[in-house]
């Protein structure tokens, strides 16, 4: 089967005389065509590469010789003053001069400061002058580019929070309380960032190297070693708590995870360890929840949900009973007036209720205790207890004894001290941890690792006022090892 005109014949495909490829005239062209000859591309004379007056350019092109680059009068850039671009800003504009602005953490926290009249921003004004450190090549800028203003965070602690941002979790290191008798910051110290390569020597193949551990960890808040644990598994893929429960093992195994916790992780914990099992540690539910703030409290319960799915009231319930077990929830809400203001009218109002509710009564309305104890203020409650003692000639607390027993009796007087004297209950709490035959070990860390950046210095000057000898000297008579070394870290100093 054939096609008209295929295979074509003259003129067709292939084309023939003047088709393709084509002849004079055609494609590649001849005279004149392409590559072209004179006057052509390449150019000849004129052409390109440019000869006199072309590229790269003799006398006044580019870059210029004569009045070139760099340019002269009339060049490019042009020259302050030549009528080229930019010439010299009015003193105190953008782009130079006096009073030319840096960008930084000053200007833009300024009210006065615009950002919608920097140059290139909607609303700005391209400036049309240039001033001295504006020059070109070479010469920068005043303040930009530079490198990023200095952080005047920690060094080294690059892309955390900003300072004074707390991470969500950690630390818990509240604002000094002006109504706490006593009340003074922890004993830890504040040292550069971590270089997480140093924590594969904790669990080398070869040892554990536990000095590296001890001086690390010893020397580094909260809010610097929690991030750790993320940071080795990023770089090592590698579990560093599954790492260091594998090298390490007693006492300074736990005090050193219990360090790599965040300070609402770490009560979570605690909590769910003195529930579980066939005894309950009340003191430990007690000490917890009647010494932590609203939002530290709100903050447990929600990490207590996370890690142990269920809430932290249900556990509570399921393993106490009585006044007892209300005492505790009405603890764990988070919910006491917080307020620092004291009404002397109101707190003798509750002492008088209290007084009615035992002292002066057969029998004890303990929901009146519980309600005072677990709502008001604890400003407020210092003044109650403060009026107590003058109405009936003895403490709060003896009174208690007097009117209740068990664990109720030990949880209203533990809640009291604690919030007449909070420093004073602690020192208490970690003398008599150490009293005695045996060490109570899961208290001792508990204390020392959750107070270290809280109020450690002033636990230690109750120690030494009450017992007579200073804590960091019980701490090394009762302990040993590695454990010893990094408890007295914690602890900061002797007295």
Not at 30 to 43: C, E, K, R, S, T
Not at 157 to 178: D, H, I, K, L
Not at 283 to 309: D, F, G, H, M, P
Request: include cysteine; proline fraction near 11%; aromatic fraction near 8%.
């Amino acid at each position: 089967m054939s096609y008209p005109g295929y295979p074509p014949q003259a003129g067709g495909y292939p084309p023939q005389a003047g088709g393709y490829p084509p002849q004079a005239g055609g494609y590649p062209p001849q005279a004149g065509g392409y590559p072209p000859q004179a006057g052509g591309y390449p150019p000849q004379a004129g052409g390109y590469p440019p000869q006199a007056g072309g590229y790269p350019p003799q006398a006044g092109g580019y870059p210029s010789q004569a009045g070139g680059y760099p340019p002269q009068a009339g060049g490019y850039p042009p020259q302050p003053g030549a009528g080229g671009y930019p010439a010299m800003p009015p003193a105190g504009s953008w782009g130079g001069g006096a009073g030319f602005p840096t960008i930084g953490v000053d200007n833009l926290s300024n009210p006065g400061f615009n950002a919608g009249n920097l140059p290139g921003m909607p609303g700005g004004q391209m400036p049309q002058t240039q001033g001295p450190g504006m020059g070109y090549p070479g010469q920068p800028m005043p303040g930009y580019p530079q490198a990023p203003s200095p952080n005047p965070s920690m060094p080294g602690y690059g892309g955390g929070p900003a300072p004074n941002q707390p991470m969500p979790g950690y630390p818990r290191a509240p604002s000094p309380n002006p109504s706490m008798p006593g009340y003074g910051g922890g004993a830890m110290p504040v040292a550069p960032a971590i270089n997480v390569y140093i924590l594969l020597s904790w669990t080398c193949p070869t040892g554990t190297d536990e000095q590296a551990i001890i001086d690390l960890l010893g020397s580094r808040s909260n809010r610097q070693r929690v991030p750790m644990l993320m940071a080795f598994k990023t770089s090592y893929g590698k579990d560093l708590v599954k790492d260091l429960k594998s090298e390490l093992s007693g006492n300074f195994e736990k005090l050193v995870l219990a360090m790599l916790k965040t300070p609402s992780q770490l009560d979570a914990y605690e909590l769910k360890e003195a529930i579980k099992g066939a005894g309950t540690d009340e003191a430990c539910l007690i000490e917890i929840l009647s010494s932590r703030s609203n939002a530290e409290i709100k903050e447990l319960n929600q990490v207590y949900k996370t890690e142990y799915k269920k809430s932290l009231e249900d556990a509570i319930s399921g393993d106490t009973s009585g006044h007892f077990r209300r005492l505790l929830i009405s603890l764990a809400q988070g919910n006491r007036d917080e307020r620092e203001t004291v009404d002397i009218s109101v707190a003798k109002q509750d002492a008088q209720a209290l007084y009615a509710a035992g002292e002066n009564k057969v029998g004890t309305d303990e929901s009146k205790f519980n309600a005072i104890l677990c709502s008001r203020s604890k400003p407020h409650l210092r003044a109650v207890f403060h009026e107590y003692q003058q109405m009936c000639g003895r403490d709060l607390e003896k009174s208690i004894d007097r009117e209740m027993s068990g664990d109720l009796e030990s949880g209203m007087v533990a809640v009291v001290k604690c919030i007449k004297n909070t420093p004073a209950y602690f020192a208490e709490r970690l003398y008599k941890s150490m009293k005695g035959a045996g060490t109570k070990d899961k208290t001792l860390i508990r204390i020392m690792v959750t107070r270290s950046e809280v109020d450690m210095l002033d636990i230690r000057q109750e120690y030494v006022k009450n017992y007579g000898k200073s804590l960091y000297t019980d701490i090394s008579g009762d302990t040993s090892g590695d454990y010893k070394k990094l408890l007295l870290k914690l602890c900061g100093g002797s007295d």
